[in-house]
């Protein structure tokens, strides 16, 4: 299997049980419906776990091009390779949210509330102000890469962070980390493809009483997760990773 079918996979794995879990906690008729965001929060870190663990020893696992820009701005990933990358996730991302849509379509035609339906695919601040929710999603993004860095080994030479199946549980609790203590703002994107993508989707998608897909906001979990992942590579080098 290539880096890029991997990442693809990686990614629309990582989308399909992520947003699943915000589907199953928030659409009318579900098994999980009213679960709370406790769940939420463990879903998206087992999505983690198990899209990243199908990928790593191929590509490494970044599922994520804020991830992929900062290892290669580290210089441990070509540059062509960086965005082979990042389309790879963001067509994963794609594909990974409409499966979301077609598995929970009964109860998507069941849900009145148009702001929960997008939930299921994008995120949005919970406080009007892009401004703070930009912040919040580079400070997110910034607390994941660089802690992501420090716990890998330095051996990611063709940008595989040499974690391994193991070394991916701490990833795992480190993004439920983040979900619990960071994620109330804005909903913790951190991950420009697991927005911006599924996003389009929610646009694109023929979903009953959808309302308004949101792009007045779609920037800021594009651009802050960038801007965080970078922040982080550049204070890893700083400090002599």
Not at 111 to 117: F, H, I, N
Request: glycine fraction near 12%.
């Amino acid at each position: 299997m290539s880096p890029w079918m991997a990442e693809f996979l990686g990614t629309m794995i990582l989308i399909l049980l992520g947003n699943g879990v915000v589907a199953n906690v928030l659409l009318q008729g579900t098994k999980g419906n009213n679960a709370g965001w406790i769940v939420i929060t463990a879903g998206w870190a087992m999505a983690v776990y198990i899209g990243a663990m199908c990928s790593e020893p191929v590509s490494g696992a970044h599922l994520n091009p804020a991830l992929t820009l900062a290892i290669a701005a580290s210089g441990k990933l070509a540059w062509s390779d960086c965005i082979t990358y990042i389309i790879a996730q963001c067509a994963g991302a794609w594909l990974g949210a409409v499966l979301v849509y077609f598995f929970y379509r009964p109860h998507f035609q069941a849900t009145e509330d148009p702001g929960a339906k997008l939930a299921c695919f994008s995120t949005n601040a919970n406080l009007p102000g892009n401004a703070q929710a930009f912040f919040c999603e580079v400070v997110g993004t910034f607390v994941l890469v660089l802690a992501i860095f420090l716990s890998a080994k330095a051996t990611h030479s063709e940008g595989t962070l040499g974690m391994g199946a193991l070394g991916l549980i701490p990833v795992a609790l480190l993004v439920f980390a983040i979900g619990l203590s960071l994620g109330g703002t804005t909903g913790y994107a951190i991950n420009p493809a697991r927005d911006l993508m599924p996003r389009l989707a929610h646009h694109l998608l023929p979903i009953p009483g959808k309302g308004s897909s949101d792009w007045s906001y779609a920037w800021v979990p594009v651009a802050g997760p960038i801007l965080g992942g970078l922040l982080a590579s550049l204070v890893y080098q700083w400090i002599g990773g």
